[in-house]
């Protein structure tokens, strides 16, 4: 079984402390994504990785940062958390290449800025 | 850019009456749709995924149908159960990305 873990299931942080939630997945999969999931919007991608040291952008990543030094590791950053960055965030991985490519989640880590 | 829609946003219904979740996405040229479930406060788990050359996927009480070209999905739960309690999100592949709706989230009252 795929297993994506996230560091924290739970984090309260101060406004403008620097934040990293950190995602490591097991079956060396090649691509890693970092989501925000808020009431009523969804998942919406920060971040995406396709390989180590590769990384793009995805539909809201104003305010945060990524890093991928290992294939199995994808930490996602806040360099100056703010309380409208307040949310749940999802990791997830895949292994790229077929029609029927799915995403494996991690648990999650509910963020409380204050 | 892609918008996907999931209605209703909630749903209760008695345990055993069969529920039908709704998805609707804007740009028809995608992979494959993904139902996930998400119980509260966990990550997603991948129910069924269906490729866009397919209509239908089933999987136990489960069944899901694709209308590519009016831009719709349809997850069927029979039976229902208290168990099935949850919120159901539906995901559209297009290149690499997943769209996701808000999910529905479902109640199965014992």
């Known amino acids: 079984d795929v297993k994506v873990t996230q560091s924290s299931r739970y984090l309260v942080k101060r406004t403008g402390e620097k934040v990293f939630l950190e995602c490591v997945q097991d079956m060396d999969h090649e691509n890693m994504f970092w989501y925000r999931q808020d009431p009523g919007l969804g998942l919406r991608l920060i971040y995406f990785s396709y390989d180590v040291k590769m990384k793009e952008k995805g539909d809201i990543p104003e305010g945060y940062s990524v890093s991928r030094e290992k294939k199995e590791r994808f930490s996602l950053i806040l360099e100056s958390a703010s309380t409208n960055q307040t949310s749940m965030y999802l990791c997830a991985s895949s292994l790229p290449g077929t029609a029927r490519e799915t995403q494996y989640f991690g648990p999650g880590t509910r963020l409380l800025v204050l | 850019k892609q918008e996907v829609t999931q209605i209703p946003a909630a749903l209760s219904v008695p345990e055993g009456e069969n529920l039908v979740l709704n998805c609707s996405f804007t740009d028809s040229a995608i992979y494959n749709l993904q139902w996930f479930r998400q119980d509260p406060g966990k990550g997603l788990t991948s129910l069924l995924l269906?490729?866009?050359?397919?209509r239908e996927q089933t999987s136990g009480r489960l069944n899901a149908s694709l209308d590519k070209s009016s831009g719709r999905s349809t997850l069927y739960i029979a039976a229902s159960q208290p168990g099935d309690s949850a919120t159901y999100l539906c995901a559209v592949r297009n290149d690499y990305k997943l769209s996701f709706g808000a999910g529905t989230t479902v109640t199965v009252r014992a």
């Open positions: 269906i490729q866009s050359s397919q």
